[in-house]
């Protein structure tokens, strides 16, 4: 059974910096897609970043892109999010997702599976 755990949220200053870290259990790992997603209360799941775990390529949001990265620890099946220069926008649910994506958007909420519980992140201003 695929098993996605988020890990590593919490309450911040804007300016200040989390790391979300995402285990990934029951699935073949290296053919994987493994992203983050964020939800603020009344809008849209968006994509934040993703990482494709075989070839390393990297993905990100506009709104994220020099603030957050996005990295694997294969030994360990697990992805993280460093998150830094955080902004009170960023506040929201972020969860894990994992898919096997054939040709289709890295940010696309349909193109994964498979989904962890959530992890709150809340950035005070």
């Known amino acids: 059974q695929v098993q996605l755990v988020e890990s590593g949220g919490g309450s911040v200053q804007a300016g200040g910096s989390l790391r979300l870290s995402c285990a990934a259990s029951?699935?073949?790992?290296?053919?994987?897609?493994l992203a983050w997603f964020r939800q603020a209360p009344g809008k849209e799941r968006e994509g934040v970043a993703a990482?494709?775990?075989?070839?390393?390529?990297?993905y990100y949001a506009d709104s994220v892109k020099g603030r957050f990265t996005i990295s694997q620890d294969n030994a360990k099946n697990t992805v993280y999010l460093q998150m830094n220069s955080l902004k009170a926008e960023d506040t929201a649910m972020y969860y894990c997702?994992?898919?096997?994506?054939?040709?289709?958007?890295?940010?696309?909420?349909?193109?994964?599976?498979?989904w962890g519980q959530g992890t709150q992140v809340t950035v005070s201003s």
């Open positions: 990482i494709y775990t075989g070839s390393g390529s990297t």
């Open positions: 997702a994992a898919g096997l994506l054939y040709g289709g958007s890295w940010s696309s909420v349909y193109e994964y599976k498979y």
């Open positions: 029951g699935y073949r790992y290296s053919r994987n897609c």
